[in-house]
């Protein structure tokens, strides 16, 4: 098994790459690090690499990284995929503060990365919009979760934080809540992006840049069940659904097998659990909006 230990950044497909830029620069709030004829890249105000965009027919979330442990092995970790019939390549696509990668996809075809050496492209970068902490967590709709869910725990050491009933998978690598997530679908499509926020009044901040810029929030804010994760969504300039949030639980002793306390937590201790579907979805806050559910096949 590989172990994969923090979400690194995500490669987003795009027919407009510079209105995506604009998107990323001037209301998500991430800084313009690198910019090439067919890509750019990313990174948030204190430099960590979040984002790549690639010019492409139609929008999409072609790649995730991941990193890894510093002494893990390369040709090791291939010979471990190779096992479990999975091809894989090192690869060095001048990727700002990755020398190189580990290439692959998994069984619903994004391509996955995984690296042990990276740097701060840079720090302290000047930024406008929101301005958001770091990548939190990607969610994907598929159509069978549960192969996709074994897969990421068997094959990359992914743990389960939650369920919501046999349909939405909740997935860890570090001490988030969640890095992955993934629900019933009748196709393969990212269902949401997730970044996270300083606090309360940070999200608060990005409630008045969305506003400011007149891009509607399409659920929240609210509280999540699983997750507790105050949240709020909006749909970027490829019509992608976009989450900032604060809050999110943090399992920091895997042993103990509970998360950290909270307030609003119901179950003392909270653990890991399979949620009713009402439960989980709100704690406070307003329902799905149309707009939100809008183009989603569940």
């Not at 900032?244 to 909270?262: C, Q």
Request: charged content about 25%; aromatic content about 10%; some cysteine.
């Amino acid at each position: 098994m590989i172990k994969v230990r923090r979400i690194g950044h995500a490669t987003f497909e795009t027919p407009d790459l510079d209105k995506q830029i604009d998107y990323y620069t001037h209301v998500n709030g991430l800084a313009l690090i690198a910019r090439e004829k067919s890509r750019a890249f990313l990174a948030t105000k204190t430099g960590q690499l979040v984002v790549q965009l690639e010019r492409a027919d139609k929008p999409s979330c072609a790649k995730i990284s991941f990193e890894v442990a510093p002494n893990e092995d390369f040709a090791d970790m291939a010979r471990r995929l190779t096992a479990v019939g999975i091809k894989s390549e090192v690869r060095s696509d001048a990727i700002p503060g990755l020398p190189k990668v580990l290439s692959f996809k998994d069984p619903k075809g994004t391509t996955l990365e995984l690296y042990s050496e990276w740097s701060f492209p840079g720090r302290d970068y000047p930024v406008d919009g929101v301005g958001p902490l770091k990548l939190g967590h990607i969610a994907f709709q598929v159509p069978d979760p549960q192969a996709i869910t074994k897969f990421y725990c068997d094959v990359l050491g992914f743990r389960v934080s939650d369920w919501i009933q046999d349909f939405f998978s909740f997935l860890r690598c570090g001490p988030d809540h969640h890095s992955v997530n993934f629900i019933r679908g009748k196709i393969v499509r990212m269902h949401h992006i997730a970044f996270e926020c300083k606090d309360m009044s940070h999200l608060q901040s990005a409630c008045d840049v969305l506003g400011r810029k007149k891009i509607a929030i399409i659920w929240g804010p609210g509280r999540h069940g699983a997750g507790h994760n105050v949240f709020i969504y909006h749909r970027d300039t490829d019509d992608q659904i976009v989450e900032f949030y604060t809050e999110l639980d943090r399992m920091t002793d895997e042993e103990l097998g509970y998360f950290d306390p909270r307030p609003w937590h119901v179950d003392r201790p909270q653990r890991p659990k399979v949620w009713d579907p009402a439960a989980a979805g709100l704690v406070w806050g307003p329902p799905m909006t149309p707009d939100f559910i809008r183009g989603r096949d569940m």
